[in-house]
């Protein structure tokens, strides 16, 4: 156990093993030497980084997409997400990701804060998002198909979370981002 808050003790690394590599993601098993001296193995997901988008249009709703997530076998409602290619930065692939799931361009974006999505055995971050000043303007993307916009007035959404109707811990977490930053004075 660490003497001091914030003093953990990193692992020494002895061995690295890569054990899958896709387009998106790695998948290692690390041998480490712990803090306290034994051998121990982590088995940890390389993941390219991703952006998560509250996108509120001007009758003050938040545009959610309902789509099938094959680890789970079943659909889940959340905020428009996905990873960031390779030379794009955060801020296209926030406008990217809106055209391809909501068919949706925000003209205004604004950085709301980011977190590790499962830093236990994966690597990805996610940069978290405000779109807002939407127009029409649709971006197709193979993947998208099944994707079913939906719109929840703002003043509903923390019930659509703690019913249970929202459980993706990613727009949970830009959600509340979203609602701090509204309660700023400067901000709308």
Request: glycine letters at 6%; a negative charge.
């Given at each position: 156990?660490?003497?001091?808050?914030?003093?953990?003790?990193?692992?020494?690394?002895?061995?690295?093993?890569?054990?899958?590599?896709?387009?998106?993601?790695?998948?290692?098993?690390?041998?480490?030497?712990?803090?306290?001296?034994?051998?121990?193995?982590?088995?940890?997901?390389?993941?390219?980084d991703c952006v998560?988008?509250?996108?509120?249009?001007?009758?003050?709703?938040?545009?959610?997409?309902?789509?099938?997530?094959?680890?789970?076998?079943?659909?889940?409602?959340?905020?428009?997400?996905?990873?960031?290619?390779?030379?794009?930065?955060?801020?296209?692939?926030?406008?990217?990701?809106?055209?391809?799931?909501?068919?949706?361009?925000?003209?205004?974006?604004?950085?709301?804060?980011?977190?590790?999505?499962?830093?236990?055995?994966?690597?990805?971050?996610?940069?978290?998002?405000?779109?807002?000043?939407?127009?029409?303007?649709?971006?197709?993307?193979?993947?998208?198909?099944?994707?079913?916009?939906?719109?929840?007035?703002?003043?509903?959404?923390?019930?659509?979370?703690?019913?249970?109707?929202?459980?993706?811990?990613?727009?949970?977490?830009?959600?509340?981002?979203?609602?701090?930053?509204?309660?700023?004075?400067?901000?709308?």
């Amino acid at each position: 156990m660490p003497e001091k808050k914030g003093e953990a003790k990193p692992e020494k690394l002895l061995m690295r093993k890569y054990i899958f590599e896709g387009y998106a993601m790695k998948l290692r098993v690390d041998t480490v030497l712990a803090a306290d001296g034994h051998r121990s193995t982590r088995e940890i997901i390389e993941r390219i980084d991703c952006v998560a988008v509250v996108a509120v249009d001007a009758a003050d709703n938040i545009l959610l997409v309902n789509q099938f997530r094959a680890p789970l076998w079943k659909n889940l409602l959340e905020i428009p997400a996905g990873g960031i290619e390779k030379g794009e930065d955060t801020e296209e692939a926030v406008i990217r990701e809106m055209r391809e799931e909501t068919g949706f361009k925000p003209a205004k974006v604004v950085r709301l804060g980011g977190f590790y999505l499962s830093p236990g055995f994966c690597s990805e971050y996610c940069h978290v998002y405000l779109a807002t000043d939407l127009t029409e303007e649709p971006l197709h993307a193979e993947d998208t198909a099944g994707i079913e916009l939906v719109k929840i007035p703002a003043v509903q959404i923390l019930d659509t979370i703690t019913s249970g109707r929202l459980q993706d811990s990613k727009s949970i977490a830009g959600i509340l981002y979203y609602l701090e930053y509204k309660k700023k004075p400067q901000n709308p």
